[in-house]
């Protein structure tokens, strides 16, 4: 549903058109819905407000918040999600509900306070603020509440969420709790009923106790009046609607009842009615059965329903008191039914279920009575009044409990008489019924008194139910008699034998007869108890109904009294039968107590009240019916004032003063009481009387020593003072209405009355406290009714001196509590008495603050308590403490804040005249703001005083008005003024930084920044005008820190609140901090010459540049544009200050001819400081850099002598912010990888390195440090220390400031930090076991220790780890992994700014291949798209938003490194070759032309690129290293403040700088495949050479690929491309080309009969001759008969190729079992496997090159193979001299165990230089790996020590399968390696690493991943 405010105006029947604006639109009338609305005109813009009840605009405005932020709950998986989400269901069902406009007003109440209490639990829930509500639940407006009141709200809503959530379960959201009542009302409701009746029936209902204490069984004591209603054989089938009838309420239940813990049950009783026994009528004297009239029919027992209820009525109790009326929980029971035969009672038939109530009785478990029962706290009148509106509290049967009311209010009347028949014997008679009748004293029965129970109208007379044998009844039915007639009334039974013949049963008479008088001849009720009347036998003959005569005969049998017969006409005592009814008596005129009934039997002869006080407590003399009087009351007094309340109304008049001291205990009675005296007091006498008695009990008690007894007296007179009082007043006002005088005296003896008060209280005895107590205590109840009749500043005087009359320390605490229940009086409020009252209460506060240092100062009570921890170390225990000491002070203190709080809080809605309340204001501001200061300042935030001290804090200062304080302020001298500025400051200072409130509590917080902004701005208008000559820097200089905290604090910051939120603060208080932000600048411009000292710190200044650089970072753009100015006007300030400060003072400005400092250099420092701290803690954005360089920048055009160094200046802070804004992104970003954030972290390094910024300059190389050491490179970690190593000299002298380092904090000389540095650069590259870097740094400290220190201790042992970094260079069995390097490529504008369009070469993680590495660049970039090629992107996806990225395996090219010359160490080679490189190197194959289907190579081109990086992945120091007033010999540019780093192997990856392309032909592709197998199988067999013992599978799947040239056809395909004439025709510049490849292929001869010796020699009996054979005989094939593969010429890889395989070979030996063998060969059952041998082929194989070519063509011609090609010279070792080596020394080598030799992995590239040369390719590189051939232009390299080289990939598989690229180095002169690289993803999983030896290596690379 959307709403549109618009104009609607009709068009038809079914349309309407709406006007907005100039727009008309038409809608269908269906369609719209019309509301009402408020239209606010009178701001800016037109207000529309629905028309609704502002509880539903809060809960629409609320729910729209929340469904911004349950989202988050939910994504966050948090548990409140639920709780929420259901509660925000329940609100919008709520709302629904309040606006269908279908509720009473008691619903509405109560759903409104179930909105406001579910509201704030979800705010609490989603942490939002709290909302302060009003008791009817509205929100209070700050406005016009006041500030203590705000606070106190605020603290009973926090008390009550939390107070809620301990109280309901985890499901309740929020109910409405009232005060409990005494009462209770039970309301049950029947819902159904299965009971099978033959006859009509009577079911009464009611609560019961059982007692097993009366009798020998137990006996069940009613509780309830019963609720009765009938039940027909038929039942309610045919009008269910009768169920919704039976409902009762059982009301007036007390609580002591219902919680005692006896056992209370529901039980009701089914009363059949009709004929004796259940059978058919005699046919014989009646053929149509007739229906019995009441009196003819039978009343017969047929069951019970019972069940115990004690728990559920517990359970309902506690759930009542949480909730209202609507929500009152209801419990459904069934009740069983027991039945009832013939000859049994009910009463034995409960007794039978109580005693085995666990026994199955006779009954049906279908058959029982469904009942709904609840519990509602209050009377049945007062759930009536609190919910008037509540249909069922109206109309509906009530059922009294049998005994009084525990409160009887004045106007309740009840005369009710409860009768039991309990039971009867009757020896002769059978069958018998009792009938009851209430007759007068003339016999004659009184209709309509008797009641059967609630439900059925009152009836003549009650019938009881009949049995067969003695009778049993225990039925109860209830009298109610007006008064008049109560006294002389009876009760008559009458006993009758009911037949089972109905005929014979008409004519019995009544024969027996027992009655009982209500009133006893004392004059009293009968008693609650059970009484045994005397039965009469009837003389049938002579009886009549309407004889009275019984009424002279005894009805009563006393216990242990004799009765004598006697006979009366017809009735005669029988002696045999007996008859026992119980009473129990509810009324409130008459009662069962004889001194009661004494009392107010006299009360009624009109004693006047004077006399009965008179006689009562003093004795007076009266009428000599005052002795009985006097004895009477004494009785009175002993009776309970439960008992007594009954009878209040009679006796109150007789006992006021007794009854004023009690009622004290019963709260509930004291309206009672008022009532009394407002309406029915009427002597005018008496308060002279009590006024000179009162004043004499006081004058006695004031001795030096009174008597206990005196003071006990007093005691009790003190607490009923106030009613004394009342009395005084009341009587006094009687008497001026009467007589109209005596005004004057009146108040004079008061007066006097007031004057013994005050001297009570200034009497020192101990045995007075607690009368002085009481008096303090009820003093303030009296004010209200003497203000009636006394002059009310003499009262204040009075009071005051009453309070001051006490000593010191004698009942402070209840002299505050005086003093404070004093200011809520009506007496405060008038202006002239609160004035006399304010200043009396004020120094005795001010004299408390001063006493209690010791409890707010936290810092007194720290060292109390440092004394005390002290002090139980010395003496080993706890030192006590004096008892109270602090905690009397703290509750001292505790009154003391809430006089505060309540004086302020009158004084705001006081509406005395406005100059009244300031002058009370001004004095709290001059007696107390100062106290109050210092008590805020020193007390602890933790302290729960803490809050009500702030908040009288802000209290005061709101409301007193500017122009006041500004007085006040400016009425202090200078120095008094300075200190009072500083402890506002600090005040407001420390409010800010320490927060008192919590964070919720939203409206206290702005409340008090509104006052904080009020109070700074003041402080600034009187600094201006009075601290600037002489000026006070340190006042101001707190102010400007003062505001800028202000102002930057976070509960101003309204951009990170929710919309709502920010707009209802900017509504009320505006935006606080653009009116702080131009106070600030303008003190800064009143600030004039002294702007200096605030810039330069040197000479004592104040470096401001921090805290206002801080303030215009927050993003308000009116803050940044009206502040950024001021940095530039600091420019300009220490630009032109006095260059040469030849004084100690402060720094100054250039005057006249002065020199000026003509620069801002310390501006500049701290600039570069404080950006960097702030933008990394979250300042500033890119909006505020523009804003920033843009304002700046206009600033600095305008000034023609500026404008050079001024423009420098914002642009370097320009390229700062820029970088630390990156730098915040990457860091805060969770999904960035380690590497990029190194990289953003080396920028800034960078950048801080180029402008001479040391000290930031380290903080950044630690933070690198710290990155490398997260993730274990331990290596770069090495080598960003020395980036600050290189920073220091040897010199031993202190360490410059901008060099220090906070981890070396106890090193304080250079010399001694470089040395410490060095070491841990040591151990850091121990780890990462670069042991090369490590020995360069024990060299230097080598030197040092040998000529300069002459340290040999440390020498010794540098050298012992030196010697083993050696041995570990050179152990083979060490494992150092070799990185591979990965070009990446970010294309795209998506990416972070020191990405975007940059490409950067990573060095590779340990055994890290492609595929690992691709996956975990990607990782931080999930959106970005992979390229498929290599080919560079076009400028539009360059420019767009998106991230393209391009990754690809790179080579190292090493130019002329030593390290890699052949003699050169296997170990040395291999490092050097992939360490301390910065050129690299990758290819890309193509084809140019038509490509050969047959012969790929003839058309395969390779696209070469060489990258070159800015550093190399090495480190290198060059630049200036101060070494006192000489510099290293190494520097050639001196510059003293200019240090230059070349940041070399910090980082895993560095950007590339130069980027060159080369393309290679298919000749040279060849040529360097050819070379590169060569090199590959040369090193291969110098490895197994070294070591013997080694794994033969790198050779023989090298061997096996270049012998077996399954894939792409071998070397004959360089034969039919080109080995030809036609191509030597075409082609003839390559001719040298041509004889280099001939010469490759030649070369390889002797090298694969080598490796074959090398298998043949290892004990494995496989025939290798028989492969060669093979091997010729392909070469040997025709070219057009060639197949296709995906494996090139000397090159494949026989893990993945099928056929011949040499590897499987291998595989198969090493088991020494049956394994895949190459094609042709096979083993047999033996241990030697068969094969053929072809001796013939194998010794032409070995003594003929021309071997592997066959003729094509007949020729005469030379074959190419015999002509000469020109030998170069190589330094390796022949073929010969190998397998000489290889066999000579076979035996003396001793091989290693298998668990100490590892293959290398295919991943680890490493080359060794080659020194044979050929002039045709000097700048061909061969690499051939993961079976790609890679064919590169690079300077000249070593061959490559290589464990394997598959061969190369096709044009067509390398697109198809780029990750199989390789890095394997040529093995000819001056030809480095290359590779091809990829961006697929190899099809073929990589190859396992080897695992490491059983030995404990240190470093990441403990065991391959």
């Given at each position: 549903?959307?709403?549109?405010?618009?104009h609607?105006?009709?068009?038809?029947?079914?349309?309407?058109?709406?006007?907005?604006?100039?727009?008309?639109?038409?809608?269908?009338?269906?369609?719209?819905?019309?509301?009402?609305c408020?239209?606010?005109r009178?701001?800016?813009?037109?207000?529309?407000?629905?028309?609704?009840?502002?509880?539903?605009?809060?809960?629409?405005?609320?729910l729209?918040?929340?469904?911004?932020?349950?989202?988050?709950?939910?994504?966050?998986?948090?548990?409140?999600?639920?709780?929420?989400?259901k509660?925000?269901?329940?609100?919008?069902?709520?709302r629904?509900r309040?606006?269908?406009?279908?509720?009473?007003?008691?619903?509405?109440?109560?759903?409104?306070?179930?909105?406001?209490d579910?509201?704030?639990?979800?705010?609490?829930?989603?942490?939002?603020?709290?909302v302060?509500?009003?008791?009817?639940?509205?929100?209070?407006?700050?406005?016009?509440?006041?500030?203590?009141?705000?606070f106190?709200h605020?603290?009973?809503?926090?008390?009550?969420?939390?107070?809620n959530?301990?109280?309901?379960?985890?499901?309740?959201?929020?109910?409405h709790?009232?005060?409990?009542h005494?009462?209770w009302?039970?309301m049950?409701?029947?819902?159904?009923?299965?009971?099978?009746?033959?006859?009509?029936?009577?079911?009464?209902l009611?609560?019961?106790?059982?007692?097993?204490?009366?009798?020998?069984?137990?006996?069940?004591?009613?509780?309830?009046?019963?609720?009765?209603?009938?039940?027909?054989?038929?039942g309610?089938?045919?009008n269910?609607?009768?169920y919704?009838?039976?409902?009762a309420?059982?009301?007036?239940?007390s609580?002591?009842?219902?919680m005692?813990d006896?056992?209370?049950?529901?039980?009701?009783?089914v009363?059949?009615e009709?004929?004796?026994?259940?059978k058919?009528?005699?046919?014989?004297?009646?053929?149509?059965?007739?229906?019995?009239?009441?009196?003819?029919?039978?009343?017969?027992p047929?069951?019970?329903?019972?069940?115990?209820?004690?728990?559920?009525i517990?359970?309902?109790r506690?759930?009542?008191l949480?909730?209202?009326i609507?929500?009152v929980?209801?419990?459904?029971i069934?009740?069983?039914?027991?039945?009832?035969?013939?000859?049994e009672?009910?009463?034995?038939?409960l007794?039978?279920?109580?005693?085995?109530?666990?026994?199955?009785?006779?009954?049906?478990?279908?058959?029982?009575?469904?009942?709904n029962?609840?519990?509602?706290?209050?009377?049945i009148?007062?759930?009536?009044k609190?919910?008037?509106?509540?249909t069922?509290?109206?109309e509906l049967?009530?059922?009294?409990?049998?005994?009084m009311?525990?409160?009887?209010?004045?106007?309740?009347?009840?005369?009710?008489l409860y009768?039991?028949?309990?039971?009867?014997?009757?020896?002769?008679?059978?069958?018998?019924?009792?009938?009851?009748?209430?007759?007068?004293?003339?016999?004659?029965?009184i209709?309509?008194?008797?009641?059967?129970?609630?439900?059925?109208p009152?009836?003549?007379?009650?019938?009881?139910?009949t049995?067969?044998?003695d009778?049993?009844?225990n039925?109860?039915?209830?009298?109610a008699?007006?008064?008049?007639?109560?006294?002389?009334?009876?009760?008559?039974?009458t006993?009758k034998?009911?037949?089972?013949?109905e005929l014979?049963?008409?004519?019995?008479?009544?024969?027996a007869?027992?009655?009982?008088?209500?009133?006893?001849?004392?004059?009293?009720?009968?008693?609650?108890?059970?009484h045994?009347?005397?039965?009469y036998?009837?003389?049938h003959?002579?009886?009549?109904?309407?004889?009275?005569?019984?009424?002279?005969?005894?009805?009563?049998?006393?216990?242990?009294?004799?009765?004598?017969?006697?006979?009366?006409?017809?009735?005669?005592?029988?002696?045999?039968?007996?008859?026992?009814?119980s009473?129990?008596f509810?009324?409130?005129k008459?009662?069962?107590?004889v001194?009661?009934?004494k009392?107010?039997?006299?009360?009624?002869k009109?004693?006047?009240?004077a006399?009965?006080?008179?006689?009562?407590?003093?004795?007076?003399?009266?009428?000599?019916?005052k002795?009985?009087?006097?004895r009477?009351?004494?009785?009175?007094?002993?009776?309970?004032?439960?008992?007594?309340?009954?009878?209040?109304?009679?006796?109150?008049?007789?006992?006021v003063?007794?009854?004023?001291?009690?009622?004290?205990?019963?709260?509930?009675?004291?309206?009672?009481?008022?009532?009394?005296?407002?309406?029915?007091?009427?002597a005018?006498?008496?308060?002279n009387?009590?006024?000179?008695?009162l004043?004499?009990?006081?004058?006695e008690v004031?001795?030096?020593f009174?008597?206990?007894?005196?003071?006990?007296?007093m005691?009790?007179?003190?607490?009923?003072?106030?009613y004394?009082?009342?009395?005084?007043?009341?009587?006094?006002?009687?008497?001026y209405?009467?007589?109209?005088?005596g005004q004057?005296?009146?108040q004079e003896?008061?007066?006097?009355?007031?004057?013994?008060?005050?001297?009570?209280?200034?009497?020192?005895s101990d045995?007075?406290?607690?009368?002085?107590?009481?008096?303090?205590?009820?003093?303030?109840t009296?004010?209200?009714?003497?203000?009636?009749?006394?002059?009310?500043?003499?009262?204040?005087?009075?009071?005051i001196?009453?309070?001051n009359?006490?000593?010191?320390?004698?009942?402070?605490?209840?002299?505050?509590?005086?003093?404070c229940?004093?200011t809520?009086s009506?007496?405060?409020?008038?202006?002239?008495?609160?004035?006399?009252?304010?200043?009396?209460?004020?120094?005795?506060?001010?004299?408390?603050?001063?006493?209690?240092?010791?409890?707010?100062?936290?810092?007194?009570?720290?060292?109390?308590?440092?004394?005390?921890?002290?002090?139980?170390?010395?003496?080993?225990?706890?030192?006590?403490t004096?008892?109270?000491?602090?905690?009397?002070?703290?509750?001292?203190?505790?009154?003391?804040v809430?006089?505060?709080?309540?004086?302020?809080?009158?004084?705001?809605?006081?509406?005395?005249?406005?100059?009244a309340?300031?002058?009370n204001l001004?004095?709290?501001?001059?007696?107390l703001?100062?106290?109050?200061l210092?008590?805020?300042s020193?007390?602890?935030?933790?302290?729960?005083?803490?809050?009500?001290?702030?908040?009288?804090?802000?209290?005061?200062?709101?409301?007193?008005?500017?122009?006041?304080?500004?007085?006040?302020l400016?009425s202090?001298?200078t120095?008094?003024?300075?200190?009072?500025?500083?402890?506002?400051?600090?005040?407001?200072?420390?409010?800010?930084?320490?927060p008192?409130?919590p964070?919720?509590?939203?409206?206290?917080?702005?409340?008090?920044?509104?006052?904080?902004?009020?109070?700074?701005?003041l402080?600034?208008?009187?600094i201006?005008?009075?601290?600037?000559?002489?000026?006070?820097?340190?006042?101001?200089?707190?102010?400007?820190?003062?505001?800028?905290?202000?102002?930057?604090?976070?509960?101003?910051?309204?951009?990170?609140?929710?919309?709502?939120?920010?707009?209802?603060?900017?509504?009320?208080?505006?935006?606080?901090?653009?009116?702080t932000a131009k106070?600030?600048?303008?003190?800064?411009?009143?600030?004039?010459?002294?702007?200096?000292?605030?810039?330069?710190?040197?000479g004592?200044?104040?470096?401001?540049?921090?805290?206002?650089?801080?303030?215009?970072?927050?993003?308000?753009?009116?803050?940044?544009?009206?502040?950024?100015p001021?940095?530039?006007?600091m420019?300009?300030?220490?630009?032109?200050?006095?260059?040469?400060?030849?004084?100690?003072?402060?720094?100054?400005?250039?005057?006249?001819?002065?020199?000026i400092k003509?620069k801002?250099?310390?501006?500049?420092?701290?600039?570069?400081?404080?950006l960097?701290?702030?933008?990394?803690?979250?300042?500033?954005d890119?909006?505020?850099?523009?804003?920033?360089?843009?304002?700046?920048?206009?600033?600095?055009?305008?000034?023609?002598?500026?404008?050079?160094?001024g423009?420098?200046?914002?642009?370097?802070?320009?390229?700062?912010?820029e970088?630390?804004?990156q730098y915040?992104?990457?860091?805060?970003?969770?999904?960035?990888?380690?590497?990029i954030?190194?990289?953003?972290?080396v920028?800034?390094?960078?950048?801080?390195?180029?402008?001479?910024?040391?000290?930031?300059?380290?903080?950044?190389?630690?933070?690198?440090?710290?990155?490398?050491?997260?993730?274990d490179n331990?290596?770069?970690?090495?080598?960003?220390?020395?980036?600050?190593a290189?920073?220091?000299s040897?010199?031993?002298s202190?360490?410059?400031?901008?060099?220090?380092?906070?981890?070396?904090?106890?090193?304080?000389?250079q010399?001694?930090?470089?040395?410490k540095?060095?070491?841990?650069?040591?151990?850091?590259?121990?780890?990462?076991?670069?042991?090369?870097?490590?020995?360069?740094?024990?060299?230097e400290?080598?030197q040092?220790?040998?000529?300069?220190?002459?340290?040999?201790?440390?020498?010794?042992?540098?050298?012992?780890?030196?010697?083993?970094?050696?041995?570990?260079?050179?152990?083979?069995?060490?494992?150092?992994?070799e990185?591979?390097y990965?070009?990446?490529?970010?294309?795209g504008r998506?990416?972070?700014?020191?990405?975007?369009?940059k490409?950067?070469?990573?060095?590779?993680?340990g055994?890290?291949?492609?595929?690992e590495?691709?996956?975990?660049?990607?990782?931080?970039?999930?959106?970005a798209?992979?390229?498929?090629?290599?080919?560079?992107?076009?400028?539009?996806?360059?420019?767009?938003?998106?991230?393209?990225?391009?990754?690809?395996?790179?080579?190292?090219?090493?130019e002329n490194?030593?390290?890699?010359?052949?003699?050169?160490?296997?170990?040395?080679?291999?490092?050097?070759q992939?360490?301390?490189?910065?050129t690299?190197?990758y290819?890309?194959?193509?084809?140019?032309?038509?490509?050969?289907?047959?012969?790929?190579?003839?058309?395969?081109?390779?696209?070469?690129?060489?990258?070159?990086?800015n550093?190399a992945?090495?480190?290198?120091?060059?630049?200036?290293?101060?070494?006192?007033?000489?510099?290293?010999?190494?520097?050639?540019?001196f510059c003293?403040?200019i240090?230059?780093?070349?940041?070399?192997?910090?980082?895993r990856?560095?950007p590339?700088?130069?980027?060159?392309?080369e393309e290679?032909?298919?000749?040279?592709?060849?040529?360097?495949?050819?070379?590169?197998?060569?090199?590959?199988?040369?090193?291969l067999?110098?490895?197994?050479?070294?070591?013997?013992?080694?794994?033969?599978?790198p050779?023989?799947?090298?061997?096996?690929?270049?012998?077996d040239?399954?894939?792409?056809g071998?070397?004959?395909?360089?034969?039919?491309?080109?080995?030809?004439?036609e191509?030597?025709?075409?082609?003839?510049?390559?001719?040298?080309?041509?004889?280099?490849?001939?010469?490759w292929?030649?070369?390889?001869?002797p090298?694969?009969?080598l490796?074959?010796?090398?298998?043949?020699?290892?004990?494995k009996p496989?025939?290798?001759?028989?492969?060669?054979?093979v091997?010729?005989?392909?070469?040997?094939?025709?070219?057009?008969?060639a197949?296709?593969?995906?494996?090139?010429?000397?090159g494949?890889?026989?893990?993945?190729a099928?056929?011949?395989?040499?590897?499987?070979?291998s595989?198969?030996?090493?088991?020494?079992?049956?394994?895949?063998l190459?094609?042709?060969?096979?083993?047999s059952?033996?241990?030697?496997?068969?094969?053929?041998?072809?001796?013939?082929?194998?010794?032409?194989?070995r003594?003929?090159?021309?071997?592997f070519?066959?003729?094509r063509e007949?020729?005469?011609?030379t074959?190419?193979?015999?002509?000469?090609?020109?030998?170069?010279?190589?330094?390796?070792?022949?073929?010969?001299?190998?397998?000489?080596?290889?066999?000579?020394?076979s035996?003396?080598?001793t091989?290693?165990?298998?668990?100490?030799?590892?293959?290398?992995?295919n991943?680890?590239?490493?080359?060794?230089?080659s020194?044979?040369?050929?002039t045709?390719l000097?700048r061909?590189?061969?690499?051939?790996d993961?079976?790609?051939?890679n064919?590169?232009?690079?300077?000249?390299?070593?061959?490559?020590?290589?464990?394997?080289?598959?061969?190369?990939?096709?044009?067509?598989?390398?697109?198809?399968?780029p990750?199989?690229?390789?890095s394997?180095?040529?093995?000819f002169?001056?030809?480095?390696?290359?590779s091809?690289?990829?961006?697929?993803?190899?099809?073929?999983?990589p190859?396992?690493?080897p695992?490491?030896?059983?030995?404990s290596?240190?470093?990441?690379?403990?065991s391959?991943s």
């Amino acid at each position: 549903m959307t709403l549109i405010k618009m104009h609607w105006k009709p068009v038809n029947n079914k349309y309407k058109y709406g006007v907005e604006g100039v727009n008309k639109r038409i809608f269908p009338r269906a369609f719209i819905h019309i509301k009402e609305c408020i239209v606010d005109r009178t701001g800016q813009h037109e207000v529309v407000t629905p028309r609704i009840p502002p509880i539903i605009q809060e809960l629409t405005a609320a729910l729209r918040e929340w469904g911004l932020l349950i989202r988050n709950l939910y994504v966050k998986r948090s548990p409140d999600f639920e709780k929420v989400y259901k509660t925000m269901n329940e609100l919008i069902s709520d709302r629904k509900r309040m606006l269908s406009g279908q509720l009473l007003v008691d619903e509405m109440k109560q759903i409104k306070h179930q909105i406001t209490d579910n509201i704030d639990l979800v705010n609490r829930l989603l942490g939002l603020d709290l909302v302060v509500r009003d008791e009817q639940g509205n929100i209070l407006n700050p406005d016009i509440t006041s500030t203590v009141k705000l606070f106190r709200h605020h603290v009973e809503a926090t008390e009550k969420l939390k107070r809620n959530e301990e109280m309901r379960p985890q499901s309740y959201y929020g109910t409405h709790q009232h005060k409990p009542h005494n009462a209770w009302t039970i309301m049950l409701s029947i819902e159904n009923i299965i009971l099978k009746v033959p006859d009509p029936c009577e079911v009464r209902l009611a609560f019961y106790m059982w007692d097993p204490t009366e009798g020998k069984e137990g006996r069940e004591k009613p509780l309830t009046e019963p609720y009765v209603f009938n039940w027909t054989p038929k039942g309610y089938n045919t009008n269910t609607e009768l169920y919704s009838n039976l409902v009762a309420f059982f009301t007036d239940l007390s609580s002591r009842i219902l919680m005692q813990d006896k056992q209370i049950y529901l039980m009701g009783t089914v009363v059949r009615e009709g004929s004796m026994a259940t059978k058919e009528a005699d046919k014989r004297t009646s053929t149509t059965p007739k229906k019995a009239s009441e009196t003819d029919s039978i009343r017969r027992p047929f069951g019970i329903f019972v069940m115990e209820v004690s728990e559920e009525i517990r359970k309902q109790r506690e759930s009542s008191l949480q909730n209202n009326i609507l929500n009152v929980p209801t419990t459904e029971i069934k009740v069983p039914f027991y039945s009832c035969g013939e000859k049994e009672s009910l009463d034995v038939l409960l007794k039978k279920y109580m005693t085995s109530r666990n026994e199955i009785l006779d009954n049906s478990s279908s058959l029982g009575i469904w009942i709904n029962m609840s519990l509602y706290n209050g009377d049945i009148k007062q759930l009536c009044k609190e919910n008037p509106n509540y249909t069922p509290f109206r109309e509906l049967p009530i059922s009294y409990p049998l005994c009084m009311a525990d409160i009887v209010v004045p106007g309740d009347v009840r005369n009710d008489l409860y009768v039991t028949l309990v039971c009867g014997e009757f020896p002769k008679v059978r069958n018998v019924e009792v009938a009851v009748k209430v007759c007068n004293e003339y016999g004659v029965p009184i209709p309509g008194v008797t009641s059967i129970g609630c439900g059925k109208p009152p009836v003549n007379e009650y019938r009881s139910v009949t049995y067969h044998n003695d009778p049993k009844w225990n039925e109860t039915f209830k009298v109610a008699l007006p008064i008049e007639e109560f006294r002389k009334a009876h009760l008559r039974f009458t006993f009758k034998h009911r037949s089972t013949n109905e005929l014979k049963d008409k004519n019995e008479k009544p024969f027996a007869l027992s009655f009982v008088k209500l009133i006893q001849p004392n004059g009293t009720t009968l008693l609650n108890m059970d009484h045994e009347l005397l039965v009469y036998k009837i003389d049938h003959k002579k009886w009549n109904e309407e004889d009275s005569s019984y009424l002279r005969l005894p009805c009563v049998k006393n216990v242990g009294e004799e009765v004598q017969k006697k006979k009366e006409d017809c009735y005669s005592l029988s002696s045999k039968d007996s008859f026992f009814i119980s009473t129990v008596f509810c009324s409130t005129k008459l009662t069962q107590k004889v001194y009661i009934l004494k009392v107010c039997n006299n009360n009624l002869k009109n004693f006047i009240l004077a006399e009965l006080l008179a006689l009562l407590e003093w004795g007076g003399s009266g009428s000599s019916n005052k002795t009985d009087l006097r004895r009477h009351l004494s009785e009175l007094r002993n009776v309970s004032s439960e008992e007594l309340i009954i009878f209040l109304q009679d006796t109150l008049d007789v006992d006021v003063i007794y009854m004023a001291g009690e009622l004290n205990k019963h709260e509930s009675y004291q309206s009672v009481l008022d009532t009394y005296i407002e309406k029915n007091f009427h002597a005018t006498l008496a308060y002279n009387k009590l006024i000179s008695i009162l004043r004499s009990y006081i004058d006695e008690v004031c001795c030096a020593f009174p008597q206990a007894s005196k003071t006990g007296t007093m005691n009790k007179a003190m607490k009923c003072l106030h009613y004394m009082i009342k009395f005084i007043i009341r009587s006094r006002q009687l008497f001026y209405k009467l007589h109209a005088k005596g005004q004057e005296t009146f108040q004079e003896s008061l007066s006097e009355l007031l004057n013994s008060i005050a001297k009570l209280m200034s009497c020192t005895s101990d045995s007075l406290l607690p009368v002085q107590g009481l008096c303090l205590k009820y003093l303030s109840t009296t004010i209200p009714d003497i203000m009636n009749e006394f002059d009310h500043e003499m009262l204040c005087r009075l009071l005051i001196r009453i309070v001051n009359n006490l000593k010191d320390q004698r009942l402070s605490p209840q002299r505050l509590t005086a003093m404070c229940e004093i200011t809520h009086s009506q007496l405060f409020l008038e202006h002239r008495c609160r004035s006399i009252l304010l200043s009396a209460f004020i120094a005795h506060i001010k004299k408390l603050f001063a006493e209690s240092e010791e409890v707010t100062d936290s810092e007194v009570a720290m060292r109390k308590e440092k004394t005390k921890g002290k002090l139980k170390d010395l003496l080993g225990t706890d030192t006590p403490t004096p008892p109270n000491s602090d905690a009397k002070k703290t509750e001292e203190l505790k009154l003391s804040v809430k006089i505060l709080s309540d004086i302020l809080d009158i004084i705001f809605e006081s509406e005395v005249p406005m100059k009244a309340t300031l002058d009370n204001l001004m004095t709290l501001v001059h007696e107390l703001l100062r106290d109050i200061l210092s008590i805020v300042s020193k007390i602890g935030r933790d302290d729960p005083l803490s809050l009500e001290f702030v908040a009288v804090f802000i209290s005061l200062l709101r409301q007193v008005p500017k122009e006041k304080f500004f007085e006040y302020l400016e009425s202090f001298e200078t120095i008094e003024l300075k200190d009072n500025l500083s402890d506002l400051l600090m005040v407001i200072k420390d409010l800010i930084d320490s927060p008192v409130f919590p964070s919720d509590w939203c409206e206290m917080i702005c409340l008090l920044n509104s006052v904080l902004m009020k109070v700074l701005n003041l402080i600034g208008e009187v600094i201006i005008e009075r601290m600037k000559e002489p000026f006070v820097d340190i006042i101001w200089n707190n102010f400007f820190h003062t505001a800028v905290r202000f102002i930057t604090q976070p509960s101003l910051q309204l951009q990170k609140f929710t919309p709502s939120k920010r707009n209802k603060i900017l509504r009320r208080y505006k935006d606080l901090r653009r009116e702080t932000a131009k106070i600030v600048k303008k003190l800064w411009i009143s600030l004039g010459q002294h702007k200096i000292r605030f810039i330069v710190r040197s000479g004592n200044g104040y470096s401001l540049i921090g805290p206002f650089l801080e303030m215009t970072m927050i993003p308000e753009f009116d803050v940044r544009r009206s502040t950024i100015p001021i940095f530039f006007d600091m420019m300009q300030c220490e630009f032109y200050s006095l260059k040469d400060k030849n004084h100690s003072g402060p720094p100054g400005m250039a005057k006249g001819e002065e020199k000026i400092k003509a620069k801002f250099d310390e501006f500049e420092r701290d600039m570069l400081e404080n950006l960097d701290h702030l933008i990394e803690g979250g300042c500033a954005d890119d909006h505020y850099r523009e804003v920033f360089i843009q304002l700046m920048k206009s600033l600095c055009k305008e000034h023609t002598i500026m404008s050079v160094p001024g423009m420098h200046f914002v642009d370097t802070i320009g390229t700062l912010m820029e970088k630390l804004l990156q730098y915040r992104t990457i860091m805060n970003a969770p999904d960035h990888s380690p590497e990029i954030r190194m990289s953003c972290t080396v920028s800034l390094l960078d950048f801080y390195s180029k402008i001479n910024r040391k000290e930031l300059y380290l903080r950044y190389v630690y933070k690198l440090f710290d990155l490398h050491c997260e993730c274990d490179n331990y290596t770069e970690a090495g080598y960003t220390l020395q980036l600050h190593a290189a920073l220091l000299s040897w010199k031993h002298s202190i360490i410059p400031v901008p060099l220090i380092c906070s981890r070396y904090q106890s090193l304080q000389y250079q010399d001694e930090l470089k040395e410490k540095l060095y070491y841990d650069i040591i151990s850091n590259y121990e780890k990462g076991k670069m042991w090369e870097a490590a020995l360069k740094i024990c060299k230097e400290l080598v030197q040092r220790y040998e000529e300069v220190t002459m340290e040999y201790n440390k020498l010794s042992k540098l050298l012992s780890d030196m010697a083993k970094f050696y041995e570990n260079i050179m152990d083979p069995q060490v494992i150092r992994p070799e990185p591979e390097y990965f070009r990446v490529a970010y294309y795209g504008r998506g990416f972070p700014a020191f990405l975007q369009n940059k490409v950067f070469i990573y060095r590779g993680n340990g055994f890290e291949r492609l595929s690992e590495f691709r996956s975990r660049i990607l990782d931080p970039f999930p959106n970005a798209e992979v390229m498929k090629t290599l080919s560079p992107p076009s400028k539009e996806d360059m420019e767009s938003a998106k991230q393209h990225i391009q990754i690809n395996k790179v080579d190292c090219l090493v130019e002329n490194s030593p390290f890699t010359y052949p003699h050169i160490g296997e170990r040395i080679r291999q490092y050097y070759q992939v360490n301390h490189v910065d050129t690299f190197t990758y290819s890309r194959p193509f084809h140019r032309g038509q490509k050969d289907p047959d012969n790929e190579f003839a058309t395969l081109w390779t696209e070469k690129t060489v990258l070159k990086t800015n550093y190399a992945l090495q480190f290198e120091s060059v630049g200036l290293i101060y070494m006192g007033n000489k510099f290293d010999k190494r520097v050639k540019h001196f510059c003293f403040f200019i240090f230059l780093v070349k940041i070399l192997g910090v980082l895993r990856c560095f950007p590339v700088i130069k980027e060159t392309k080369e393309e290679l032909t298919p000749l040279d592709n060849a040529i360097v495949t050819m070379a590169t197998n060569n090199a590959d199988v040369e090193n291969l067999i110098r490895k197994h050479v070294r070591n013997s013992s080694q794994h033969l599978d790198p050779l023989t799947r090298k061997v096996s690929g270049i012998i077996d040239a399954a894939v792409m056809g071998g070397i004959k395909n360089y034969e039919k491309a080109f080995l030809t004439d036609e191509y030597l025709l075409n082609h003839p510049e390559d001719s040298d080309k041509i004889a280099e490849l001939k010469e490759w292929i030649s070369k390889q001869i002797p090298l694969l009969d080598l490796a074959l010796e090398i298998h043949g020699c290892c004990s494995k009996p496989i025939d290798l001759e028989h492969e060669v054979n093979v091997f010729k005989r392909q070469t040997s094939q025709d070219t057009g008969s060639a197949r296709s593969s995906h494996y090139s010429i000397g090159g494949g890889d026989s893990n993945f190729a099928s056929g011949l395989s040499l590897p499987r070979i291998s595989l198969a030996v090493s088991k020494g079992s049956n394994a895949t063998l190459p094609r042709g060969m096979r083993l047999s059952s033996g241990s030697t496997p068969n094969f053929r041998k072809d001796k013939k082929a194998f010794k032409y194989l070995r003594n003929r090159r021309d071997s592997f070519t066959v003729k094509r063509e007949p020729t005469t011609n030379t074959r190419w193979f015999e002509t000469s090609v020109t030998d170069n010279s190589t330094p390796h070792a022949s073929p010969i001299e190998l397998r000489h080596k290889k066999f000579g020394e076979s035996n003396s080598s001793t091989p290693k165990s298998e668990s100490q030799s590892f293959s290398r992995p295919n991943s680890l590239n490493a080359s060794i230089k080659s020194t044979s040369s050929i002039t045709s390719l000097d700048r061909l590189s061969f690499d051939s790996d993961n079976g790609g051939s890679n064919i590169t232009t690079s300077e000249p390299v070593t061959p490559a020590v290589r464990d394997d080289s598959p061969p190369p990939l096709p044009a067509k598989s390398r697109n198809l399968d780029p990750s199989r690229n390789s890095s394997v180095s040529s093995s000819f002169n001056n030809t480095p390696n290359s590779s091809y690289s990829f961006i697929e993803e190899n099809d073929i999983p990589p190859e396992k690493p080897p695992r490491p030896p059983n030995k404990s290596l240190n470093g990441p690379y403990n065991s391959p991943s």
